[in-house]
């Protein structure tokens, strides 16, 4: 065997045993009489010794011989260490090698295998099989491993069944644009990577499984942007015989179990807010509940003066920042060029400082009056020492800006604690959303989504006002699942189609197999798909998902450690009956 311990185990009990080690080196140094080896291997580092006292020439020759990252087998006796390192599990002891065999040896990495390395970003992803040898990267990995296991726990527990459903499906219009996969056997025709389970799922109900879940890949072709991959993981899972109050209840119980699990926090509360609430109170549909600032609406209380912006805003609207009426003028005004920035989109911002003798200073003291500050004040919540910061508008892009502000805010100022969670479910969700490019409604989330009981005939007389059966679980400001009741007899199916502008051949071409379902027993159902990279990352206490995930795509969705995607043979393309247009 090539070891009987890893090179994380050994310590003074194992003092006076043979034993045998494999690893890849990590750091050699050679001071001419005795020469150090750190041998590593995933569970930690182990000290070599070659003494020219006790250990032959021929084998300390050959330990110089060995350089970072060379791959060895070695046998010796654990040995007590005369200088100790308390830092290390493995820092009273050393092991005094006997043999040492090269396994493999190694080019020199192009950047060190360390906690802190030289490598950028762009380098160690080329070689990403180097980076994983880190132990920030190995670790995310491992932590990964270990929420994935809590969660097939869970769920196994409360009867679900993990069911794998297929990879190569008809592609159908429910959002982002699908990966597209030629078929060689069937000339002209396509398959598509699921952009999620959702119609399989849906039929697992049908045919009696009421309990089902997977940990799924899925893949959306889309434009990226920060922190997204073209493909990504879900937790997927679907419940028969269930309302709403059911899945929340059951998905609550699998949060709970991972924060206790996996970070050793009891969370109790799980606070209800509506999608307009949200979006009224944060500016977002996940917001981060760990601190306030909740939005203050200001147009009662500014739009009476002589001051143009705010009386031809649509919204007027504040946030009161706590303890940031000491910001200088240079601090302000850096905060002012943040929000007009090209991300942001704000022309600017006003701003008042309440101070801590309860006068007030603000950029537009010539308009307004103490008084009216005072109210200001009243409306978001500020106290002696806070600073309030306004912006106005229209009202959508208004509270986006605004919601932005309050999250730069809350990291500059340190209330984004990672050590704790703040899930929220948002609830009642527009069914539909009106698209100013195309002309008609969309699915706010995807087709199949049940409206709220009753409100299916509002989708004749006043579809904006439809809310839909569903639900987001947000936790410390990200959505880290979502998903509704489902419509599941083929009528009320058809309605939602014919709103959403598909013609009756359309809707049957796209998705005639699913509403052909709903005609044999059909059960009522619903279900949830959470995000497992994110939901890794903050576990984690992470903001980016990228290392908990073993090979990530860059940016421009390439794979730049393998180089894909790449061109392939024209032979392939003439067997798919592909051709490819002239540049």
């Given at each position: ?7 994380g185990?050994?310590?003074e009990?194992?003092i006076?045993?043979n034993?045998t080690?494999a690893?890849?080196?990590?750091k ?8 150090w ?8 580092i182990?000290?070599?010794v070659?003494d020219?006292?006790?250990?032959p ?12 990252e060379f791959v ?5 006796s ?7 390192n ?6 009273n ?9 090269v ?7 192009p950047?060190?295998?360390?906690d ?6 762009e380098?160690r992803?080329?070689y ?11 670790d995310?990995?491992?932590?990964r ?14 009867g679900f ?6 990879y ?6 429910e ?8 078929s ?18 849906q039929l697992?109900?049908v045919?009696g499984?009421?309990?089902y879940?997977?940990?799924?890949k ?9 922190d997204r991959?073209?493909?990504?993981t ?10 709403q109050e ?9 949060t709970?179990h991972?924060i206790?699990?996996?970070n ?20 977002s ?10 939005f203050?609406?200001?147009?009662a ?28 003028r240079?601090e302000?005004?850096?905060?002012i ?22 006068t007030?200073k603000?950029?537009v ?6 008084e ?8 978001t ?18 509270r ?13 100022l340190?209330?984004r ?15 539909l ?6 002309g ?20 004749d ?7 839909a059966?569903a ?18 007899d ?28 709903f005609q044999?027993?059909?059960p ?6 959470f995000?497992?990279?994110r939901?890794?990352?903050i576990?984690?206490g992470q ?6 995930i ?6 421009s969705?390439r ?5 894909a995607?790449s061109p ?16």
């Open positions: 065997m090539y070891r009987s311990h890893t090179c185990e050994l310590n009990a194992n006076g045993q034993v080690l690893g890849w080196v990590q050699v140094r050679d001071k001419g009489f005795v020469i080896i750190d041998l590593r291997d995933r569970y930690g182990t000290q070599l070659f020219q006292e006790r250990s020439a021929a084998l300390l020759d050959q330990a110089r011989e060995c350089g970072r060895l087998e070695v046998k010796g654990v040995i007590e260490r005369a200088s100790k308390p830092k290390m599990p493995t820092g002891i050393e092991v005094l090698v006997e043999e040492l065999k396994l493999n040896p190694s080019l020199t990495p950047f060190t295998i360390e802190q390395t030289d490598g950028g970003e380098l992803m080329k990403r099989y180097l980076d994983i040898r880190r132990n920030p990267v190995k995310k990995l491992i932590f491993s270990r929420v994935s296991m809590e969660v097939r726990k869970y769920l196994s527990s409360e069944i993990e069911v794998e459903t297929p190569l499906i008809k592609s159908t219009p959002g982002a644009r699908d990966f597209v996969v030629p060689r056997m069937n000339e002209g025709e396509f398959y598509a990577l699921p952009q999620s389970p959702q119609t399989f799922k697992l109900m045919g499984l009421d309990k879940f997977q940990i799924v899925c893949f959306r072709d889309e434009d990226l942007r920060a991959q073209p493909e990504f879900q937790i997927d899972c679907e419940m028969a015989f269930v309302e059911d899945i929340l209840s059951t998905f609550e119980g699998l709970r991972l206790k699990e996996i050793g926090v009891e969370v109790e509360q799980f606070p209800r807010m509506t999608y307009d609430e949200a979006m009224k109170t944060y500016g549909d996940k917001p981060d509940i760990r601190f306030g600032m909740a203050g609406e200001l147009n209380l500014s739009q009476h003066r002589d001051f143009q912006v705010f009386n031809t805003a649509e919204l007027v609207v504040g946030i009161a920042v706590p303890g940031a009426a000491s910001y200088s240079k302000i005004d850096a905060l060029d943040w929000v007009k920035r090209p991300q942001v989109g704000a022309k600017g911002m006003v701003y008042v400082k309440c101070n801590e003798d309860g007030f603000s950029s003291d010539k308009f307004y009056t103490p009216d500050l005072e109210k200001w004040a009243e409306a919540g500020a106290q002696k020492g806070d600073l309030i910061c306004i912006l106005s508008g229209e009202t959508h892009a208004t986006t800006q605004l919601s932005m502000l309050r999250m730069e805010l809350a990291q500059r340190g209330l604690n990672p050590k704790e969670f703040a899930p929220l479910w948002v609830v009642d969700f527009p069914l959303e009106f698209d100013e490019e195309s008609r409604y969309h699915a706010m989330h995807h087709p199949f989504t049940s409206p709220k009981p009753g409100q299916l005939k509002l989708l007389t006043d579809p904006a006002a439809v809310r059966n639900y987001d679980l947000v936790l410390n400001g990200n959505e880290i699942g979502g998903g509704s009741i489902r419509i599941y083929r009528p009320t199916q058809e309605v939602m189609f014919r709103h959403l502008g598909f013609s009756p051949e359309e809707a049957r071409e796209q998705f005639g197999f699913l509403m052909d379902a044999y027993g059909a009522p159902h619903g279900g949830i798909a995000g497992l990279d939901l890794v990352a576990l984690g903001e980016s998902i990228r290392d908990f073993a090979f990530p795509k860059n940016n969705g794979d730049i450690m393998i180089d995607p392939i043979d024209p032979a392939q393309l003439d067997e798919l009956h592909l051709r490819l247009k002239e540049k």
